[in-house]
């Protein structure tokens, strides 16, 4: 017989395991007292030894099967509503709310001012039709635009009166009305819609090269080859131009031309008879403009304004006395302004002291003082140049001084570059009457039919103020179907329509106003100027919410209104 080993296998130590906890149990049973069990008195470590499951014959619960997933999460649910129903009232307290949410009345929900996709597309198209119908206001006429277009382009979904070729008989009436200035309408000329079409398309220009493109002057290519005139040759065109522009400057002293546009190669005059625009006396304006030009006009004595600046900025070569007192900065910028006439009074005047000298006795040597002179001169030089070239650089002469331009205009060489492809060619002068040594010409109209729903007409070159208006009269009288007209601007020439506001501002702030019953009398002494009376009313009229720059114009032929 073996001897018993010392040692002894896993289930037999779990067996010996096993019956030292069931003495355990059996030891805390038997010390506990003799009583029914209640919930009370049963302690939280006791063990349960129901072993009627086990004898039953019942498996235990897998606790990673589906079904107890769902019931542990509807038993967290139903613990969730045990809380809430449980919670204290403590926040329906503060609220003023009333505890049992089931009793509450359904709240009367305002969907109106809820964020939804429907109430803010509504919204927008509610805002969106305010702002059309702003936009899209009706009115009778169409306001006056002095800057000059490049292009004109009409739509209309039926086709024009006049897109076949001129008669002979229609072309010499438009000719005629145009260069006489009559109205076709109440005369023996050929009063048809063709004939009408080209009067109101008509223009003067001086000089007439057919081989150059002298407006728009920017647009010329810079890599062109240079003109190549003689001497001689550019002497007879200058020769010629100074009879003309003379020719054009006298007309529109005399009431006998409305205005006329200068277009240099760096800049563009709009030269305007007095009574046009409510302005009392002959005026001029250009743009742009840079420091160098305008120091040159302070040299020749031409006092000028910018309105399109700020207040504070616009005088720039007055004297001292007329001269606002505006704060620190900007009397400084006005004196650094007029420093060359100002150094010549207190040069002359001897109780007043140099500012120089002054310093120098503070102390500050000779380079201390240069270089403080040279600081208030790049100073000046920036703020001056600040707005060159922009809408702001525009300058504003009137009365006397438009006399003044003319001469110094008329004497500067300078104007007719030196080298280039408009070598030589002295600036282009457009007007809308007839002047000496101007040509008549008609900008080139294309037709267009695009897939025999939209006709449209083209034209290209400089349109006046004057001819738009003129051109829709036409089309009004003609009984046209509706129609849109587009343009395209000389971009430069922008700030003349929108300096109208100031320059009216600058006429109503006049002290010395003896004129008051010469502008009713406007219209009468530009009678013969060569507009009609109806379009004259708008160009004497001195309100400037007639005086806008605009883009397009739509006519409806309802009503016979316009929109833009």
């Known amino acids: 017989m073996e001897p018993t080993s010392p040692w002894k296998t896993p289930n037999q130590v779990m067996q010996l395991h096993k019956l030292k906890r069931k003495k355990k149990a059996l030891q805390e049973r038997m010390k506990q007292p003799l009583r029914p069990p209640t919930e009370e008195t049963t302690a939280p470590n006791t063990t349960n030894l129901d072993f009627s499951r086990i004898i039953n014959g019942d498996k235990r619960k897998n606790p990673f099967s589906k079904c107890s997933a769902e019931s542990n999460k509807k038993q967290k649910l139903e613990s969730g509503r045990q809380l809430e129903e449980s919670s204290d009232n403590t926040l329906f307290a503060l609220l003023k709310l009333p505890t049992n949410v089931a009793d509450k009345p359904p709240a009367k929900v305002d969907t109106e001012k809820l964020s939804t996709f429907s109430n803010l597309l509504q919204k927008y198209t509610a805002d969106h039709t305010v702002e059309t119908k702003i936009v899209e206001e009706k009115h009778n006429h169409l306001p006056i635009d002095w800057a000059l277009r490049t292009k004109l382009r009409l739509m209309s979904a039926k ?62 290519h810079a890599a062109a080859p240079a003109l190549s005139l003689s001497t001689a040759q550019r002497e007879a065109l200058h020769r010629e131009w100074t009879e003309s522009f003379r020719s054009l400057f006298q007309l529109v002293r005399a009431l006998h031309c409305p205005y006329f546009y200068l277009c240099a190669n760096t800049f563009t005059c709009l030269f305007r008879a007095a009574g046009v625009c409510g302005v009392s006396e002959p005026c001029a304006l250009i743009a742009p403009t840079t420091r160098g030009f305008r120091q040159t006009l302070r040299q020749e004595d031409v006092e000028f304004t910018m309105p399109l600046r700020p207040d504070n900025k616009k005088r720039l070569n007055t004297s001292e006395e007329e001269r606002p007192k505006n704060s620190s900065a900007d009397s400084c910028y006005d004196t650094m302004e007029a420093r060359p006439a100002q150094h010549d009074q207190l040069a002359s005047s001897g109780d007043e002291e140099d500012p120089d000298q002054f310093l120098s006795q503070l102390g500050l040597e000779t380079e201390d003082l240069r270089r403080i002179n040279s600081a208030q001169a790049r100073m000046t030089q920036s703020a001056e140049s600040s707005v060159d070239s922009a809408a702001e650089s525009l300058v504003l002469v009137r009365g006397a001084d438009a006399q003044a ?14 080298t280039g492809a408009l070598a030589g060619v002295p600036p282009t002068l457009l007007a809308p009457t007839a002047f000496r040594g101007g040509r008549c010409i008609a900008p080139i109209a294309q037709v267009h039919v695009e897939s025999k729903k939209y006709y449209s007409i083209e034209l290209r070159g400089p349109i006046l103020p004057s001819a738009v208006p003129a051109l829709c009269g036409a089309l009004r009288a003609s009984a046209a179907a509706s129609y849109s007209a587009t343009f395209a601007h000389l971009a430069p020439t922008l700030a003349f329509s929108w300096a109208a506001s100031a320059i009216a501002q600058e006429e109503t702030s006049k002290d010395n106003e003896p004129n008051h019953f010469t502008k009713a009398f406007n219209k009468e002494n530009l009678s013969d100027c060569g507009i009609n009376k109806d379009m004259l009313q708008l160009f004497c009229s001195s309100d400037p919410s007639l005086v806008k720059s605009i883009d397009s114009v739509k006519y409806n032929a309802e009503d016979g209104t316009y929109s833009w």
């Open 159 to 220: 086709p024009f009166a006049w897109t076949a070729k001129l008669k002979a008989s229609e072309e010499a009436s438009g000719i005629t009305g145009f260069v006489r200035c009559l109205d076709t309408s109440s005369l023996t000329l050929d009063t048809s819609p063709r004939a009408r079409f080209h009067q109101c398309c008509l223009y003067w220009q001086h000089p007439q090269l057919p081989w150059l493109q002298l407006f728009p002057r920017a647009a010329r």
């Open 405 to 418: 331009l003319f001469n110094f205009l008329l004497n500067c060489r300078s104007l007719a570059s030196d």
